[in-house]
């Protein structure tokens, strides 16, 4: 069982994808900026900032719900900044923008322009690794 984990290589199963420099850096650069933003969306949910508190009041949810909210964000977050893990944490923010966009057209007012770009911008990463899921799926399959 230890020769298969020690012959295992994903590195060497996944495809590398072949970006310009300035692919490479505006994918960095913006993993950068989406993951800033969810770590401190996601820090002020964990943390009970009283906004966070009063926002998830208002959905009626439950306060249980703002944990696993800002749990998902710091996590996707945290994935976002590691390159093997990234497009896994785009996957796992998409939908939580979802959300997040539908609980403000739907349920508490406001702008859901924020969430929308966080949407975009996990969207557009997941898109540019899309290639790397792809790579890991076959070697899943």
């Known amino acids: 069982m230890t020769t298969l984990f020690a012959t295992y290589s994903p590195a ?11 692919g490479t850096i505006a ?18 949910k964990l943390t009970g900032a009283p906004v966070e508190v009063a926002l998830f009041d208002a959905i ?27 497009p896994f944490g785009a996957l796992l923010l998409i939908p939580t923008m979802i959300g997040a966009i ?11 322009a924020p969430a929308m770009l966080l949407l975009i911008g996990s969207i557009t990463i997941a898109w540019a690794r899309r290639r790397q899921l792809a790579g890991i799926l076959n070697v899943v399959r």
């Open 60 to 86: 009626g949810a439950g306060q249980w719900f703002r944990y696993v909210t800002g749990s998902i964000e710091v996590a996707g977050a945290l994935a976002l900044l590691v390159p093997s893990l990234a």
């Open 102 to 112: 539908a609980t403000h057209l739907f349920i508490i007012g406001g702008t859901p």
């Open 12 to 22: 060497a199963t996944v495809p590398s994808v072949s970006r310009s420099r300035a």
């Open 27 to 44: 994918l960095w650069t913006t993993q950068l900026l989406v993951a800033g933003m969810f770590l401190l969306a996601g820090g002020l």
